[in-house]
């Protein structure tokens, strides 16, 4: 928690931590939000968080990078107006805090741009608020980091703490203007043109077949052990060198080495 002390202070109020050891008891907390397939949710006002414990979520899951996702949503509710902030910017900001990121989401962002089916901003928050379509939700949480990454990078870490704080006061949209000169919809038009980059790379990335990717790691990790190789030549050409002058003196620097066959003259 201290990780956040100067720019989301957790305040004087506890944070519980309910740890689930069964779907039965993790739906019982959770009513709505626990019957869809989520891994921890948090009651951000009440400082609550609920987590489905290891066992549950199997193999492979970053169980620190989930609790710290919803501890963020709990320090986000004590350091902003929670009408003032948007669900998306909630989201993507405990995604990218959490330093979440999965492969998954850049192909679902290529998809929809490709597709065309980027969810509008002034529609974006209701996905989260009524998700029923899991597709679409999951759609909403790629979308959601890739804004809030995207904001961070043409603000400024400054920029966007202040904008937080600046939450307490006034809507997002007005912080966002305040701190960047931009309007909702004109940063939303900056991020959805720069998907482009996304999806070339996705593009490209899925065109290679298994044997394609294979080869092409193969082949890098060969060009690395040559340059690798190259450089340990040279290290020890220098060390030779520095041997020899120390040997027989800085002389012998712009001179031939004798042949195989010859000896130097020791006059």
Known sequence: MTAFDS???LGGD???VHICTTLESFHGFGGPE????????????SGIIVMKSPELLGPGADYAAILRHELIHVLLARNTDPAHLPRWLNEGLAMSLSREFRWQNQWQLATLYWQGNVIPYDRLDSVFEAPGNETRFGEAYAQALSMTNHLR??????AVWAMLGDLREMPFDNALQKRTGLTGDEFFGRWKGSLWRVALVSSIVSGFTLFQVAALLLILAYIRKRLWGRRRVRQWMAEEKDEDEVLFGS??????????WEEEDDR
């Open 153 to 158: 990078g043409i603000a400024g870490e400054n």
């Open 7 to 9: 720019t989301l202070p």
């Open 251 to 260: 002389d012998l620097e712009g001179r031939d080495p004798p042949g195989p």
């Open 14 to 16: 506890p944070v519980t």
């Open 34 to 45: 626990g019957l869809r397939n989520i891994q921890g949710f948090a009651r951000s006002s």
